[in-house]
């Protein structure tokens, strides 16, 4: 068991919607979160990110009016709202924790979940 888990991924039509989860350890409860994409043959792309009280979010021009990230800090979790799917969203999706907050390297997350496949067919 790591100290993050993903899940909700799944196979969607193009304009659908899917919501993923994260759960965090206690361990790392008070860490803001990122979440990326990473799409077959491109970078790991952070998309979206939000502070350990959940009450501050960033997202990247990729998925910005279509994503919502919100975070409950009783279940340690964090939960991004896709909508308006496209298949260019068709990616394994991870979420990441790290002491800093907003769109910053992937290199400064450390903690890191196995990730879930989100396929968007048009």
């Known amino acids: 068991q790591g100290e993050l888990a993903e899940s909700g991924g799944g196979l969607v039509q193009a304009g659908g919607s899917l919501r993923l989860s994260c759960v965090a350890s206690?361990?790392?409860?008070?860490?803001?979160i990122g979440w990326f994409l990473h799409a077959p043959g491109k970078e790991r792309e952070l998309v979206a990110a939000?502070?350990?009280?959940?009450?501050?979010?960033h997202y990247t021009d990729t998925v910005k009016g279509r994503f919502t990230t919100t975070r409950n800090l009783s279940e340690n979790t964090s939960y991004p709202q896709m909508n308006k799917l496209q298949p260019d969203d068709t990616a394994v999706y991870y979420c990441?924790?790290?002491?800093?907050?907003?769109?910053?390297?992937?290199?400064?997350?450390?903690?890191w979940g196995q990730g879930t496949q989100v396929t968007v067919s048009s």
């Open positions: 206690a361990r790392i409860r008070s860490y803001a």
């Open positions: 990441a924790d790290s002491i800093r907050y907003g769109l910053i390297p992937k290199t400064e997350y450390e903690y």
């Open positions: 939000i502070n350990w009280t959940g009450d501050n979010t």
